[in-house]
């Protein structure tokens, strides 16, 4: 092969090269954590967007911190760390989990044993069950303290009302209530990086629980409702968000009752019937909002 034409060749793969990697970098970029994001909501409150995971709460007592979640990593957690050094020197000294899920407790590992990690009673069963699967929660961080359906708390200071008023993302989700700053923390029964919410079904989430829990979030006094993904939200915004899941409740409730199909039901919403594919570790991806509460009704139907 002459020099001229070998040439040819090779930056013919060059371009190519670059073309792949100009198509395949935005799908690369949205995969990186962002960096970390320290917003002061009220007075002593902070929340932590960016890094590996959740959304993270800040709240500042008297004398220590309280944390509202924590990111899925070590080294990220680590960094939320290094960001509360520049608010305060005081040190963390409780953590609150508003679920079990990876990307909000497995960051617990990041703090010193002795903190004291509170969480709904079924959480704590959750992260107990995970030892044996394929990404535990963090044996050695398990909640210290527990609750059923409510709690009044006064940590260093600071008024903190913590409920649970039905399985919703999870069977033990908390939603966490600041009445002095009128501030809920909703983990991910309230997320704004999709248009609808996710269901846990394999941690026996429910959909009308998910209902019942944005009913009790919007008849508390606050007007700040911090979510587990994405942007703050005003009570506005969560009302939107019921009505639109609970029009889609009582839609499926209705066509389960006159006998039609999952498909059927879906083709109505303009969504796919095409069975699932396997994400790349092989598993299958979470049941859509549209089956998790056709299966709800199915049930009662």
Not at 16 to 38: C, D, G, H, R
Not at 251 to 261: D, E, F, N, P, R
Request: glycine fraction near 8%.
């Amino acid at each position: 092969m002459n020099a001229p034409k070998k040439l040819s060749i090779v930056l013919a793969a060059l371009v190519a090269a670059v073309s792949f990697a100009a198509i395949a970098s935005p799908a690369l970029a949205q995969q990186q954590p962002q960096p970390l994001k320290v917003t002061q909501i009220k007075d002593n409150v902070y929340w932590v967007q960016g890094g590996a995971g959740s959304n993270d709460g800040v709240i500042v007592g008297a004398t220590s911190v309280i944390v509202v979640d924590t990111k899925t990593t070590v080294d990220s957690e680590k960094g939320v760390i290094a960001e509360i050094a520049k608010i305060t020197p005081k040190a963390v000294s409780t953590a609150i989990i508003t679920h079990s899920d990876g990307d909000h407790v497995n960051g617990l590992a990041a703090f010193p044993a002795g903190l004291t990690i509170i969480a709904q009673e079924n959480c704590k069963k959750e992260m107990v069950d995970s030892a044996s699967t394929r990404a535990p929660a963090p044996q050695d961080r398990l909640p210290t303290k527990t609750y059923d359906k409510t709690d009044k708390l006064t940590i260093d200071g600071v008024h903190i009302r913590l409920y649970h008023w039905a399985a919703g993302h999870t069977s033990g989700d908390t939603i966490v209530y600041l009445p002095d700053q009128k501030i809920v923390f909703g983990g991910d029964l309230l997320v704004t990086n999709r248009p609808d919410t996710g269901i846990h079904m394999e941690k026996n989430g429910s959909a009308a629980g998910w209902i019942k829990n944005a009913k009790g979030m919007i008849a508390l006094n606050a007007d700040t409702y911090l979510t587990g993904h994405g942007d703050m939200m005003t009570k506005a915004d969560v009302q939107k968000k019921l009505d639109l899941i609970q029009g889609k409740y009582d839609k499926i409730k209705t066509m389960a009752a006159q006998g039609k199909s999952l498909d059927e039901i879906k083709t109505s919403f303009g969504e796919s019937t095409a069975p699932p594919t396997p994400n790349a570790n092989g598993t299958l991806p979470a049941a859509t909002l549209t089956e998790v509460i056709y299966k709800e009704v199915a049930k009662k139907s």
